[in-house]
């Protein structure tokens, strides 16, 4: 008997093959080309169970308009285009909580899959978002599926839209409930909305071992696992560790991951006796044209709103080379340090730059230039910290270079085993050197506030998007105790409504910031 397994994972409100940089795009991603993969490897196996692990609701402009520009009270547009492909079950991902609890619980009761999660509780302990797993029968076979979610969303999140939850650690899940799956299933999946904290070769740390990722460990040491369906990281994984086949399907419907089992039915019970683990990428796949069917309207009202025309550039705010405006700055940076700054009366701004896709503002400036640049709904945090904060906090974004060849680029560990270059920030209310081959914590030269030397005593009061605020990134000199001001618009419709009141802008060029060998 075979079985096939299919997933997907951090769709991101990605439906239609386009990054909406530009109108229309034809981009190889997409779950409307993932939904013909799906499609086709079902109607090519007799048994099929087809999975999704969470991150589906939020990040791309459809996402973002449906829940901040219509106010829908569910994502109609992303469940219909879901419920448009024969999924039996769904976890839930960290960014699942990015637009409130209601707008998830009202996502899942219209979507036709069924949610697993085990370990994100309510206050009485009690799992909050479907049952702990949930098993398939295919006549005699049982298949058991364990949803799990990166217990890290505690951290980042705004604490408003995980009010009254707890999140424990997904090992901790797994080792409570794989034995009670084993008992009564044949074949045990674990689906886990979290990557691998160590090398897949060599076991050591690729990443900071804090829980955020756990699944290098859940396949060491609980016993019993079949298969391990991984996301969070956006990598394209497949292969075996400790005899498990495993699969991450990138990110925005990019790959299926595609599991296939031979069964074998051993004392009365199915074990699996060979498996082969891959990726399909669906970059040139033709678009499903009933997963498309299913969003259109919405698409096109996105693609209207998308293009209006919000204010005119004296000047120009875009750049050819995101890895140059991290070295040097931009007019761009430097906009949105004063929308910043201006919304929340501080004396020090930091952002990054979240896009390496999109080129700044072009001129007019459109709602399409500010969802495709600043493409989190992050919002903002005042914090009061000292010098000696803001010091190891630029001590920290300085790690993000490194020299090879005597040039100057990006540190390797900001590009795996994850894309991290949202944890690079500029700050602006100051100015600073980064003098990158200085030993790591030394390398921030003269940092001054207003013509003077930044000292360890001085308070200072800084905005932050408010994943970092809380420490997110790994900059533990930032934290909730320190916040004394939330915002709770996000940045997007703050900088459109900056714009409202200022139909002429000028691009400011100051730069106030090196970064030198």
């Not at 991101?12 to 409307?32: D, R």
């Not at 799992?127 to 702990?132: C, I, L, V, Y």
């Not at 100051?510 to 030198?516: A, L």
Request: glycine share 6%; hydrophobic share 35%; aromatic share 10%.
């Amino acid at each position: 008997m075979k079985l096939t397994i299919l997933t997907t994972s951090d769709t991101h409100g990605f439906l239609a093959p386009t990054n909406y940089v530009k109108p229309h795009a034809n981009q190889p991603f997409g779950l409307e080309k993932a939904a013909t993969i799906l499609k086709r490897e079902q109607e090519k196996s007799e048994y099929h169970l087809t999975l999704d692990d969470g991150d589906f609701l939020e990040g791309s402009p459809l996402a973002y308009y449906q829940a901040e520009v219509e106010k829908a009270v569910a994502p109609t547009a992303i469940n219909a285009a879901f419920n448009s492909i024969e999924y039996d079950f769904g976890t839930v991902g960290n960014h699942e909580f990015n637009y409130g609890q209601e707008y998830l619980k009202n996502a899942i009761a219209g979507s036709q899959r069924q949610f697993v999660s085990a370990n994100i509780l309510n206050a009485d302990g009690t799992p909050a978002f479907g049952d702990p797993y949930a098993i398939k029968t295919f006549g005699d076979l049982k298949v058991a599926v364990l949803g799990l979610t990166t217990q890290s969303v505690d951290a980042w999140e705004n604490q408003a839209s995980i009010h009254n939850l707890k999140f424990i650690s997904a090992l901790e899940a797994a080792q409570k409930y794989v034995p009670e799956m084993r008992e009564k299933a044949d074949v045990v999946v674990v689906l886990y909305h979290g990557g691998f904290e160590r090398d897949l070769s060599d076991g050591k740390p690729n990443d900071k071992i804090d829980g955020e990722n756990e699944a290098y460990a859940i396949m060491q040491q609980v016993p019993g696992i079949d298969v391990m369906a991984t996301g969070h990281q956006h990598r394209a994984l497949a292969g075996k560790l400790f005899g498990i086949p495993y699969v991450q399907p990138g990110h925005r419907g990019s790959y299926v991951g595609r599991i296939q089992l031979d069964l074998e039915r051993v004392n009365g019970r199915y074990q699996v006796q060979k498996s082969h683990q891959k990726l399909i990428k669906t970059g040139d796949a033709k678009p499903d044209a009933t997963t498309a069917d299913s969003f259109t309207a919405t698409e096109a009202n996105v693609e209207k709103w998308l293009a209006l025309p919000l204010a005119h550039i004296d000047g120009s705010m875009t750049y050819d080379d995101p890895f140059q405006v991290r070295l040097h700055g931009s007019a761009f940076v430097n906009f949105i340090q004063k929308v910043q700054m201006e919304t929340m009366g501080c004396d020090v701004s930091a952002t990054a730059l979240f896009s390496n896709e999109a080129r700044g503002f072009e001129n007019p400036i459109t709602m399409r230039n500010i969802i495709t640049n600043y493409v989190y709904p992050n919002t903002l945090s005042l914090l009061e910290i000292t010098g000696a904060d803001l010091k190891a906090a630029l001590e920290k974004t300085a790690e993000y270079f490194t020299i090879k060849n005597d040039q100057i680029i990006v540190d390797p560990k900001y590009h795996h085993p994850k894309i991290r270059d949202y944890n690079y920030d500029m700050y602006a209310g100051i100015d600073y050197t980064i003098k990158v081959s200085n030993p790591i914590g030394k390398r921030v030269i003269n940092p001054t506030y207003h013509g003077k030397p930044v000292t360890n005593k001085m308070k200072l009061k800084i905005v932050l998007n408010t994943y970092r605020a809380v420490g997110g990134g790994h900059y533990p000199m930032y934290s909730e105790d320190k916040v004394i001001r939330y915002d709770t618009i996000t940045m997007s419709n703050l900088i459109a409504k900056y714009l409202q009141k200022h139909p002429e802008v000028k691009a400011d060029h100051t730069r106030n910031f090196k970064v030198i060998k």
